[in-house]
C-alpha cells in the first residue's frame, strides 16, 4: 500500500504518525487516504467516530453507501473532478449514522499526481459541522421568523405564528402566555405537530394553571424578566413540582425533555413567556439554544407591539370617526328644537303667547350645547395638561349633593328613583369644589341617560381611615365584559340603544378619570353585564387632620410640631422659596444643590424629611435616595420630580422614596409632611 507518511514525513514514521495524532484530535479531525492506483484505502481511527463507529468500506465507493442519498452525486461529482483536474476540493455532506441519525461532515482533500498527471494518491480530512450547520439553521430560522413577524399586523395572529415558527424546527412544543390585567397568565397560542396534543395543552393550563408561588417556571420568568433553562426533565423534578397525581401522569404521558422558558419584554415590561419543549425528539437545549430563544423572543416581543400599537391606532381612528358622527349628530339635536322655536316665533300671527315656551325651549337646548362645548373645552385642557384646579378642603358631601341638584330635572324627567346615602360627619377632601361635582354630576347623568325609565339609582358615600369611597350604581343597560378594561379611554361608548335620551359624545368618563387622577384619586368600573346595570367607584382621599378640625386651614401649623427638613434641587430659586415656605410653616429648612451636597448635609443636619429633586445633575434622585436608605433611620423621603406616571412612582418606591410629588408643588401639600 502507498505510504504516505513515509512519503511526506520522511523515515521517522512512528513520530510522525504522534504528531499526526495530536493534531488530528485537537482539531477533532479525522484523517483518510486513498491510493488510487491500488484503489486501497486508509482511515485514521477518529473516522470511525465521525460515522457512528461502523465498519468503513475499503473502496470510495463503498464509502458513498454511508453518505446520505441526497449528498452521494454531488460528493461522486467533486471527487472525481478533483481526481481529472488534479486540484484540491473540499465538500460538505451528510452521512447516516447506524442509528438512524443524520450529521454533518465537511470533507477537505488534496490529489497528488505523477508527472503525466494522472492522480496518484488522494488524501485529506473530515470534520463534524453539526454545530456549525445548525447555527446556519438558527440564523436562517431567525432571519425568517424576523421577516414573517414583521409583516403581521393582527396581535392574535402575532402570537399564533410565534408559537408556530418554534415548531419543529426549534422544539416540538411551543406555548406562549401573556400577562393580563389583574396579574393573570392567559394561554394564547400553543404549537405542536399535533393538533390533538395542542388541544390537550390548553386543556391542561385550564385545568391546572401554572402557581405563581413555584420555583420554577413562567411565573419566575415573569417575575425575574430573566429566561430558564432545564436542559434535562427528570422524573424527580415533576414529582417535586407537581402534587396533583392526574396532573403529573398526564405530564409524563406528554414525554417532556427539555424546557427553555423566555420573557418577552417590551419597554421594561414583561408581556409574557414564550415556552419552547422537546419531547419526542429528545433534544437538549443548550446556553446557545437559549441565546436563540431569547433573541427570537426579543424579535417576537417587537412584533407584539406593533401588532398592539396597530390595533390601539385602528380602535382609536374608528372611535374618531364615530365620535365625529356623534358631535355631528349630539350638536344637530338641541340646534333642531332652537331653529324650530325661531320659526315659530317669526311666523306666529301672536309671537308674545309663544315667547314663555321657547324661552324654555331654548334655555333648556342652549344649556346642553354649553355642557357639550364645556366637554370639549375640557377634554382638550386635560390632553394639553392645561387645568387648573382651585383647591380648598371641601365637604364631599356638599360635591354631591350639588351633583345631584344639577341632574335631578333628568332624572325626574326619566322618572327614576334616586337613593342618597351620605354620612353624619363631614368628609373632607382637598380638592376643587366644582370639579369635584362635575366628577360625580358626570356619573349620575351617565346613569340617568343609560337606565330606561323608572329605573333605580343610587349614590352611597363611605368614609374609611384615610379615604373616602362614592359609589353611583344604576339598573340600566349594563356594559359588556370587553368594554370594562376600555371604559375610561377616550371616544368609548356602550353600544348604541333606543332607551337611552342622549348618549353624549364618549369623552364624558375620560374626562371624569382625568379629574379624578388630578385629586390622587382612583375610579374604577364594575357591571355583570348587559342589562345589569353598572357601578361606578370614585376614591379619594381624606385631607390631613380631616377627621379632627373641621374648618383647619389647609396651611396652619403649630410650630412645635415643626420638622427638620432638607431641600435638594439644583434650581436655586425653586430651593430657597420652597425654604423659606418652610419656614413659615414652623419647620427648619436646609438646601442642598447637588447629591453630593445633599449627603454632606444630612450627616450633619440629620433631617426628619427630606424634599428630593429627581432630575439633580450627576448623581441623580434616585441615587441619592439609595445612599441615603443605605444610612439607615426613619427619615421620610419625598421625591419631587415633573413626571407623574405610573412607572415614575413604581422606580421613585424602588429606590426607598416614601412619597412621589410632581411639580409644582402645591403648598398646601407641604402640610402632609
Not at 486540484?87 to 460538505?92: A, C, L, N
Not at 438512524?100 to 508527472?115: I, K, N, Q, R, Y
Not at 450547520?133 to 413577524?149: I, M, P
Not at 374608528?318 to 324650530?340: G, Q, S
Request: with cysteine.
Amino acid at each position: 500500500m502507498f505510504d504516505v507518511f513515509r512519503r511526506f514525513l520522511g523515515h521517522d514514521r512512528r513520530g510522525a504518525e504522534r504528531r499526526l495524532q495530536l493534531a488530528l484530535t485537537a482539531g477533532r479531525m479525522a484523517a483518510w487516504e486513498w491510493d488510487v492506483q491500488s484503489g486501497r484505502t486508509w482511515w485514521s481511527p477518529e473516522m470511525f467516530e465521525l460515522h457512528g463507529d461502523p465498519p468503513l468500506p475499503a473502496t470510495p465507493d463503498d464509502y458513498l453507501a454511508l453518505v446520505h442519498a441526497e449528498d452521494r452525486d454531488r460528493l461522486r461529482a467533486e471527487v472525481q473532478e478533483s481526481l481529472r483536474s488534479c486540484r484540491d476540493h473540499s465538500v460538505q455532506y451528510r452521512v447516516t449514522w447506524p442509528d438512524g441519525t443524520v450529521h454533518w461532515l465537511e470533507g477537505t482533500g488534496a490529489t497528488l499526481c505523477d508527472e503525466a498527471g494522472r492522480a496518484e494518491l488522494m488524501t485529506g480530512v473530515c470534520v463534524n459541522i453539526d454545530a456549525r450547520k445548525e447555527e446556519e439553521l438558527n440564523l436562517q430560522f431567525l432571519a425568517q421568523a424576523s421577516a414573517e413577524l414583521a409583516a403581521l399586523t393582527d396581535y392574535q395572529a402575532t402570537m399564533q405564528r410565534i408559537a408556530q415558527l418554534a415548531v419543529p424546527h426549534f422544539a416540538d412544543w411551543c406555548a406562549v402566555d401573556m400577562v393580563h390585567g389583574g396579574g393573570q397568565l392567559k394561554r394564547v397560542a400553543v404549537a405542536h405537530v399535533d393538533e390533538e396534543k395542542v388541544r390537550l395543552a390548553h386543556e391542561l393550563h385550564e385545568r391546572y394553571p401554572p402557581d405563581p408561588a413555584a420555583a420554577g417556571g413562567t411565573w419566575t420568568v415573569v417575575r425575574t424578566g430573566r429566561p430558564e433553562l432545564v436542559p434535562v426533565i427528570t422524573s424527580e423534578m415533576l414529582e417535586a413540582t407537581l402534587q396533583d397525581p392526574e396532573y403529573l401522569r398526564a405530564i409524563r404521558a406528554l414525554g417532556l425533555h427539555s424546557y427553555m422558558g423566555v420573557p418577552l419584554v417590551s419597554h421594561g415590561r414583561v408581556l409574557g413567556v414564550v415556552s419552547f419543549i422537546t419531547s419526542d425528539s429528545h433534544r437538549v437545549f443548550t446556553e446557545r439554544d437559549l441565546m436563540h430563544a431569547t433573541d427570537l423572543a426579543a424579535r417576537a416581543a417587537v412584533a407584539i407591539t406593533n401588532a398592539e400599537l396597530l390595533e390601539t391606532l385602528r380602535r382609536s381612528d374608528a372611535a374618531k370617526d364615530i365620535f365625529l358622527a356623534t358631535l355631528a349628530h349630539e350638536l344637530r339635536n338641541p340646534l333642531a328644537p332652537i331653529v324650530n322655536s325661531l320659526a315659530l316665533l317669526s311666523r306666529s300671527d301672536d309671537p308674545a303667547r309663544m315667547v314663555p315656551q321657547a324661552v324654555s325651549v331654548m334655555q333648556r337646548q342652549t344649556k346642553h350645547l354649553t355642557r357639550l362645548v364645556d366637554d370639549l373645552l375640557d377634554l382638550a385642557r386635560i390632553n394639553s395638561g392645561k387645568i387648573e384646579l382651585r383647591r380648598e378642603t371641601v365637604d364631599l358631601r356638599e360635591a354631591v349633593r350639588a351633583a345631584v341638584e344639577s341632574c335631578q330635572p333628568l332624572i325626574d324627567r326619566r322618572r327614576h328613583s334616586l337613593l342618597v346615602e351620605l354620612p353624619g360627619d363631614p368628609a373632607r377632601v382637598w380638592g376643587d369644589a366644582v370639579r369635584l361635582t362635575q366628577i360625580f354630576a358626570n356619573l349620575l347623568n351617565n346613569a340617568a341617560k343609560y337606565t330606561p325609565e323608572q329605573g333605580r339609582i343610587s349614590v352611597k358615600m363611605t368614609a374609611h381611615e384615610d379615604a373616602v369611597e362614592v359609589c353611583v350604581a344604576d339598573t340600566g343597560v349594563g356594559l359588556p365584559p370587553e368594554l370594562l378594561p376600555r371604559m375610561f379611554e377616550l371616544f368609548t361608548q356602550a353600544s348604541r340603544s333606543r332607551q337611552v335620551e342622549q348618549q353624549g359624545l364618549g369623552i364624558g368618563l375620560f374626562l371624569v378619570k382625568g379629574l379624578v387622577q388630578m385629586h390622587e384619586g382612583r375610579i374604577a368600573a364594575d357591571s355583570a353585564g348587559a342589562g345589569q346595570g353598572s357601578r361606578f367607584t370614585v376614591s379619594l382621599p381624606l385631607a390631613p387632620g380631616a377627621g379632627t378640625s373641621a374648618e383647619a386651614p389647609p396651611m396652619a401649623h403649630d410650630a412645635a410640631v415643626g420638622k427638620k427638613v432638607l431641600v435638594v434641587d439644583d434650581n436655586a430659586d425653586a430651593a430657597e422659596t420652597l425654604s423659606q415656605l418652610l419656614e413659615l410653616l414652623g419647620h427648619e429648612p436646609r438646601t442642598a444643590g447637588d447629591g453630593n451636597a445633599a449627603l454632606a448635609c444630612f450627616d450633619e443636619f440629620h433631617p426628619d424629611v427630606v424634599l428630593l429633586d429627581i432630575g439633580l445633575p450627576g448623581m441623580d434622585g434616585y441615587e441619592v435616595a439609595r445612599h441615603l436608605r443605605a444610612r439607615g433611620g426613619s427619615v421620610r423621603l419625598v421625591a419631587l420630580t415633573g413626571w407623574g406616571q405610573a412607572d415614575d412612582k413604581r422606580r421613585a418606591a424602588e429606590a426607598g422614596f416614601d412619597t412621589h410629588w410632581t411639580k409644582p408643588i402645591d403648598p398646601a401639600k407641604l402640610s402632609e409632611i
